[in-house]
């Protein structure tokens, strides 16, 4: 059975920075693109970022500059590295995994899920 555990989400003040974790299991970890998405209360679900195995990157432009995705295939870990953070930032974090191998925007494309990790930027 395949396995996503997010963890590392929690309070922080807007400005400040926050690392998220995505631990796999149960699947090839390098044959997979893996993707972050983001829910907040009242909104539907939206891309963050997407690496596949390679390094290949993907990016939401509301993220880019401020966020780094980055993966360790010898752990089965994909990171989410977010700085300078905003209120707007505020969501349910999900990582996401995709054996078509590419970085891609579109959630319907992911086969797995974890059950997300909650981030709360205060202002």
């Known amino acids: 059975q395949v396995q996503l555990v997010e963890s590392g989400g929690g309070l922080v003040q807007a400005g400040g920075s926050l690392k998220l974790s995505c631990e796999t299991s149960?699947?090839?970890?390098?044959?997979?693109?893996m993707a972050w998405f983001r829910q907040a209360p009242g909104k539907q679900r939206e891309f963050v970022m997407a690496?596949?195995?390679?390094?290949?990157?993907s990016y939401a432009d509301s993220v880019k500059g401020r966020f780094t995705i980055s993966r360790d295939n010898a752990q089965n870990t994909v990171y989410l590295q977010m700085n300078r953070l905003k209120p707007e930032d505020t969501a349910v974090y999900y990582c996401?995994?995709?054996?078509?191998?590419?970085?891609?925007?579109?959630?319907?494309?992911?086969?797995?899920w974890g059950q997300g990790t909650q981030v709360t930027v205060s202002s």
């Open positions: 996401a995994a995709d054996f078509a191998g590419l970085p891609l925007a579109r959630g319907r494309d992911y086969e797995y």
């Open positions: 149960g699947l090839t970890f390098r044959s997979y693109a």
């Open positions: 690496i596949t195995s390679g390094g290949t990157r």
